[in-house]
Each structure stands twice: as C-alpha cells, then as structure tokens.
C-alpha cells in the first residue's frame, strides 16, 4: 500500500477530483505489475471501492453522495439546471461565460456585468462588479438553493445566518488587547477553481460545477481595468499589477449575490487552521468578511510580531494576502474597536457616531429633511431608520433617544 500511495502522489500531487478514471486505470496499472509475494496466495486486487453502494466503480462525473446531510437542491446534469433555471442551453452557456468572452467585448450591451469604481484613500479603487438583472436573478436561486444550506466556519460572522458585526465584536468584548488584521481585495483572491471546488465539496457532477463556476464568477474587461487603474495614484504601482492581475481571471466579482458566502466557504480552512493557531495560543479568534480579529491578554502585544509573522504564512498558503497596511493592534487602555463596535467594557457605538446621527435628527426636525440628505439616498427616512436600528442593538437607550427625535421630522 505504501508503494502504491507513492505513485498515485507522484502522478497526482493534488486530488485527481474530476479523474477517477484515470486514478482507477492508475491503480489497476500498478496491481498488474505486482507479483505474488512470499506468503501470498494470490496478487493484490481491489475488492471494493469505499463510498461505492453497490461496491463496484462509479461512472465518471456521476453526483457524489452528500455526507452531512446539505439540504441543497439537487442538479443532475447541465440540463437539469437548465431547466430548473427556465433557461435553453444556449442561454445557460451565454450567462455562465463559458466562452470568456465578459474579458474581450467592448460593448456594454454584450457583458453580464456592470461597473464603476469606489475611491480608497492612497489606494487602487476598489471594482465593483454588479450582474445584470437575470444574471442577478440566477444568483440569488443559488444562494438561496444551495449556498445557504452549506455552513461556513463557525468562526465566519459576516454574511451568516444568526451571526453579524455584533457578535463578532461581542467575542472580544473586555480583552486587554486586540489585534486585527486585513484581508487583501477578499473576493478578488477567490479564483474560479476553488469555486468550482467548493461545488465538486457539495457533491455536483463535474459539468454542472463548471457551470455553476461560470454563473458565480466573472472577469473584468480589460478597457474598463485599464480605464479604472489610470485612476489610481502612481505610487501604487505594485498593488495596481497585483489587482489587475487577480481580476483578470475568473473570480468571486464584488457586487454578486453569491460572492460573500462562496468567500465564506473558501475561507473555511483558513478560519480552521487561525482559530486552532489561536486556541493553541491562548487567544480568541474570529472573522467577519475580511476582517480578522485576535485578543487575548497583554501578551498578545509581545507576541505579536511573532504571531502576525504565522498568521501571514497560513493567510498566504490559503491563498489570500495580507493588507500589511491596516493591522493595529489596540489595548485596553485606549478605545479598542471591532467592526466600529466600541468593545473595551461592553459593544456600544462610537460617541461621535452617535453625537453626529443626533445632529443630523436634530437639524432634519428643525430645517426639514432635503437639508441633511447630502448623499441624496432614495429613500432617507429608511435610511435614517436603519442607523437606529443600529444604534438600538448596541445601545437600547440611546436608541430610543434617537427615535424620539426622528419622530419629531416632519416627512410631508
């Protein structure tokens, strides 16, 4: 057995998922060269092949068996997604890109993404990838039919089910320091294999993960990265190739229904093997989007060049970066925040966040609405109310403060 888990390594340094018949024809190669030894009555042979019910090989491509139970909306070939998704094969192949062509055309008409950058002080602009109305449409029923029953790592706060910024600042409420640290372009990172990773995990035949892959991933037309990039300032020249060079190929775009919890579940190892660096460290450990987060007692702050120096060469092996720029580390101290939750005795909000909402209340009630909607928001009452609500979940009494005086607005 030794000799044969050799050779199968030797041929196959990462796992031949979507080869079994070659990895089956591997193995019936080298039992044919084996003789019988001293002692043996005949020459090894395969009896069974484990995950197999009826104990002989699988037909290529065919759906792997669910082993925890993923309740997700089974898709046995590219036609049946294509029927669950009332779309004909040719319209399945045109959203899924399948033949890159969202890299190439310069009409706007022909890509199934929209674009427009978003500025970052002293940085390459951030791409925002938005799908097209039916391709958004396809995305949501994945996301709704299969991603949201698969979970991610119980370390994982953001774009999860019962969990949020509050409860990932909540875990390090009261700890003498804190060390946080950024993920690089988060979604940028995530390439189209492991996507399509991620569904072969879940248990769908090879074809339909190509599709899925192609539906949930993108790459930006090379005219509108150059257009972006020429925007960026000129010192940045190293994180404008790297960018560049990640949104060139096929990845998780920023902008699609399904990109925050495929992230999720390409990060999986990642959280797994950072909150086992942490429990081993004696810290807590925990992440919401790109966000990481460690705490502990004070010595995390003699430890930490130490630990980010670890915690940057799993991030890397796991197929992410650093953003070097933004780790900080907080004592207790001084104000020590997490997701701009205020952690150091209990979660709360920042006074000036609170002092400046109180404001713009106080100057809407007095002047009328129009005079503090600077950002022109469709919908500013609804605006207003959701940084209650906000506020409300940190602070229940100066939530209420602040309803009180959005009621004394004067909406008509």
């Given at each position: 057995?030794?000799?044969?888990?050799?050779?199968?390594?030797?041929?196959?340094?990462?796992?031949?998922?979507?080869?079994?018949?070659?990895?089956?024809?591997?193995?019936?190669?080298?039992?044919?060269?084996?003789?019988?030894?001293?002692?043996?009555?005949?020459?090894?042979?395969?009896?069974?092949?484990?995950?197999?019910?009826?104990?002989?090989?699988?037909?290529?491509?065919?759906?792997?068996?669910?082993?925890?139970?993923?309740?997700?909306?089974?898709?046995?070939?590219?036609?049946?997604?294509?029927?669950?998704?009332?779309?004909?094969?040719?319209?399945?192949?045109?959203?899924?890109?399948?033949?890159?062509?969202?890299?190439?055309?310069?009409?706007?008409?022909?890509?199934?993404?929209?674009?427009?950058?978003?500025?970052?002080?002293?940085?390459?602009?951030?791409?925002?990838?938005?799908?097209?109305?039916?391709?958004?449409?396809?995305?949501?029923?994945?996301?709704?039919?299969?991603?949201?029953?698969?979970?991610?790592?119980?370390?994982?706060?953001?774009?999860?089910?019962?969990?949020?910024?509050?409860?990932?600042?909540?875990?390090?409420?009261?700890?003498?320091?804190?060390?946080?640290?950024?993920?690089?372009?988060f979604f940028a990172s995530v390439a189209a294999g492991r996507v399509y990773g991620i569904f072969r995990t879940i248990g769908?035949?090879?074809?339909?993960?190509?599709?899925?892959?192609?539906?949930?991933?993108?790459?930006?037309?090379?005219?509108?990265?150059?257009?972006?990039?020429?925007?960026?300032?000129?010192?940045?020249?190293?994180?404008?190739?790297?960018?560049?060079?990640?949104?060139?190929?096929?990845?998780?775009?920023?902008?699609?229904?399904?990109?925050?919890?495929?992230?999720?579940?390409?990060?999986?190892?990642?959280?797994?093997?950072?909150?086992?660096?942490?429990?081993?460290?004696?810290?807590?450990?925990?992440?919401?989007?790109?966000?990481?987060?460690?705490?502990?007692?004070?010595?995390?702050?003699?430890?930490?060049?130490?630990?980010?120096?670890?915690?940057?060469?799993?991030?890397?092996?796991?197929?992410?970066?650093?953003?070097?720029?933004?780790?900080?580390?907080?004592?207790?101290?001084?104000?020590?925040?997490?997701?701009?939750?205020?952690?150091?005795?209990?979660?709360?909000?920042?006074?000036?966040?609170?002092?400046?909402?109180?404001?713009?209340?106080?100057?809407?009630?007095?002047?009328?609405?129009?005079?503090?909607?600077?950002?022109?928001?469709?919908?500013?009452?609804?605006?207003?109310?959701?940084?209650?609500?906000?506020?409300?979940?940190?602070?229940?009494?100066?939530?209420?403060?602040?309803?009180?005086?959005?009621?004394?607005?004067?909406?008509?």
């Amino acid at each position: 057995m030794t000799a044969l888990a050799m050779r199968v390594v030797a041929v196959y340094p990462t796992a031949p998922i979507d080869r079994r018949g070659e990895l089956f024809g591997l193995i019936d190669a080298f039992l044919a060269e084996r003789r019988v030894e001293v002692g043996e009555s005949e020459p090894p042979r395969v009896l069974r092949l484990l995950g197999d019910r009826g104990g002989g090989s699988r037909p290529e491509g065919a759906r792997r068996e669910l082993r925890r139970g993923w309740a997700v909306t089974e898709i046995a070939s590219v036609p049946n997604l294509a029927d669950r998704l009332e779309l004909s094969d040719g319209q399945l192949a045109w959203l899924a890109d399948v033949r890159g062509l969202e890299r190439t055309v310069s009409r706007e008409q022909l890509r199934n993404y929209r674009y427009h950058a978003l500025a970052r002080p002293e940085g390459v602009p951030r791409v925002i990838e938005a799908p097209k109305a039916r391709l958004k449409e396809i995305q949501r029923w994945i996301l709704r039919e299969v991603l949201d029953h698969v979970p991610p790592h119980e370390s994982a706060h953001g774009f999860t089910r019962d969990r949020s910024a509050i409860t990932h600042a909540r875990l390090h409420v009261g700890q003498t320091a804190i060390l946080r640290l950024d993920l690089k372009d988060f979604f940028a990172s995530v390439a189209a294999g492991r996507v399509y990773g991620i569904f072969r995990t879940i248990g769908y035949p090879a074809a339909v993960c190509h599709v899925l892959t192609g539906l949930t991933t993108n790459a930006v037309p090379l005219s509108v990265w150059q257009a972006i990039a020429s925007t960026a300032p000129g010192h940045a020249v190293e994180d404008r190739f790297w960018l560049g060079r990640q949104l060139a190929t096929p990845h998780l775009p920023q902008g699609a229904p399904t990109s925050p919890a495929l992230a999720n579940l390409a990060a999986f190892r990642l959280d797994r093997r950072l909150s086992g660096l942490a429990l081993a460290s004696g810290l807590r450990y925990s992440r919401y989007a790109d966000d990481l987060t460690f705490s502990g007692s004070a010595k995390l702050h003699r430890r930490r060049i130490r630990l980010e120096s670890i915690v940057a060469e799993i991030i890397g092996a796991e197929g992410f970066q650093t953003n070097e720029a933004k780790s900080v580390i907080q004592s207790a101290s001084g104000r020590q925040t997490v997701c701009g939750v205020v952690v150091n005795v209990h979660p709360n909000l920042r006074r000036t966040e609170y002092d400046r909402l109180k404001a713009i209340l106080h100057n809407a009630a007095a002047d009328g609405p129009a005079s503090q909607d600077h950002a022109g928001f469709s919908d500013f009452e609804a605006h207003l109310r959701g940084r209650i609500s906000w506020v409300e979940s940190l602070n229940p009494t100066h939530g209420r403060k602040l309803r009180e005086k959005l009621e004394e607005i004067d909406w008509l």
